[in-house]
């Protein structure tokens, strides 16, 4: 595996090994000690797998409290996967990032404690699967608006749909004095 870093202060994007032939191909999705020396440390303790079809939008999403790191991929379809600096102090706080992600390159994403996390599927249909170094609590997810202006992610020009609560959120602004992150 081969781990390059974003213009996000501790967001990386991993490239694994994928062995290929006419019969099809095999890569792992995940090995400790590979991840331990890209220098991804966390002790992952759930899985979570979500479909969706084109055009959904998900995010943008994190957890408050000792927040929640997550390896992110798409295991079927592709998508645009976006991530946000939400710690209070960095340099690139309220900045964005984007990664495509799909079952061609069977790329990985590592998002440390302290980023929003979202993501567009851009195929028919995508299954997208993330480790999380916490569990669900619904008591400390938190949101911000996938379309907030200030942050002004750049999402593929195409029509959306998104959740109620999705479409509900606060700004980033709205929430900066809330969160928990800092450098």
């Known amino acids: 595996m081969r781990a390059t870093p974003t213009s996000l202060e501790g ?6 090994v994928v062995h290929r032939d006419a019969r099809g191909f095999f890569h792992e999705t995940f090995r400790a000690d590979e991840m331990v020396r890209l220098g991804i440390d966390e002790a992952w303790v759930q899985d979570n797998h979500s479909r969706s079809v084109r055009g959904v939008l998900r995010g943008m999403h994190f957890s408050i409290g000792e927040g929640q790191a997550k390896l992110v991929r798409c295991a079927r379809g592709r998508i645009l996967d976006v991530a946000v600096d939400i710690r209070r ?7 964005w990032e984007s ?6 390159d069977l ?3 590592y998002l440390p404690v302290g980023f929003a996390h979202g993501f567009v599927v851009l195929s028919e249909v995508a299954d997208v699967v993330y480790r999380c170094s916490s569990y669900y609590d619904p008591a400390v997810e938190r949101g911000f608006a996938w379309d907030d202006p200030d942050v002004a992610i750049a999402w593929p020009d195409m029509p959306v749909e998104v959740s109620a609560r999705d479409a509900a959120a606060p700004t980033l602004a709205e929430i900066a004095g809330d969160l928990p992150f800092g450098v």
């Open 89 to 95: 102090g960095s340099p690139t706080y309220g900045r």
């Open 99 to 104: 990664v495509t992600l799909d079952d061609e």
């Open 107 to 109: 790329r990985l994403v």
């Open 11 to 16: 967001m990386l994007v991993v490239d694994p």
